[in-house]
């Protein structure tokens, strides 16, 4: 069995803070099938932190770089570096933590990244209330692997609705692991 080392994961938050969170911890989710213990600051910190308020930012940054330098390795996740992941890959670099840089591919490679669903609202107007839920065939969400295609078939089933309290949409799954049977994990 390898060293089970202690990587900070590097990737972006700010931009499209939803997927940038949704690969950090695919990223996470590949360093721990690597035996690994990944730590990203960034999935933290912006629970108890406004990211938006410059104090704040840098609090967050500073608390960031002072776990930095209990990691044995720093993982670049991204081609596209930050501001703030810059000052991390400086501050690892300075401290002699290894810096590797891990590709989006291998990481997305254990993930089924990008699925997309049909999910089914019901109005509070009807008769049973207010739900909501991913449009199923047997038991199971109906996935799609291109957002167009979900599109077209929300539209089919909002063409042949028969009540106007329901609306279908197309809507973007959360990745799940690729693993072995028995095992079930969502990100």
């Known amino acids: 069995m390898s060293e089970n080392k202690l990587v900070y994961i590097c990737s972006p938050y700010a931009g499209n803070i939803e997927k940038n969170v949704e690969f950090a911890k ?3 989710m ?3 099938r690597q035996n690994c213990t990944p730590v990203a600051v960034h999935l933290l910190y912006p629970q108890l ?9 840098q609090i967050g940054i500073r608390m960031g770089l002072r776990v930095l ?35 989006e591919s ?3 490679g254990g993930l089924s990244m990008n699925q997309y669903g049909v999910w089914a609202v019901r109005s509070a107007n009807s008769v049973c209330g207010a739900a909501q839920s991913w449009c199923k065939h047997n038991g199971e969400p109906i996935k799609f692997d291109t957002y167009e295609k979900a599109f077209a078939h929300a539209e089919s ?12 949409y197309p809507k973007e799954m959360e990745p799940e ?10 990100l």
């Open 26 to 28: 695919a990223a996470c």
């Open 30 to 32: 590949y360093a721990m």
């Open 49 to 57: 932190l406004d990211d938006s308020d410059l104090v704040q930012r």
């Open 69 to 103: 330098k209990s990691a044995d390795e720093l993982w670049l996740c991204c081609s596209r570096i930050s501001e703030g992941m810059h000052a991390e890959i400086t501050a690892a670099k300075r401290l002699g933590i290894h810096v590797k840089e891990i590709t």
């Open 106 to 108: 291998e990481i997305k």
């Open 157 to 168: 089933l909002n063409d042949n609705a028969y009540s106007p309290n329901v609306h279908y």
């Open 177 to 186: 692991l690729k693993q072995s049977p028995g095992m079930s994990m969502k």
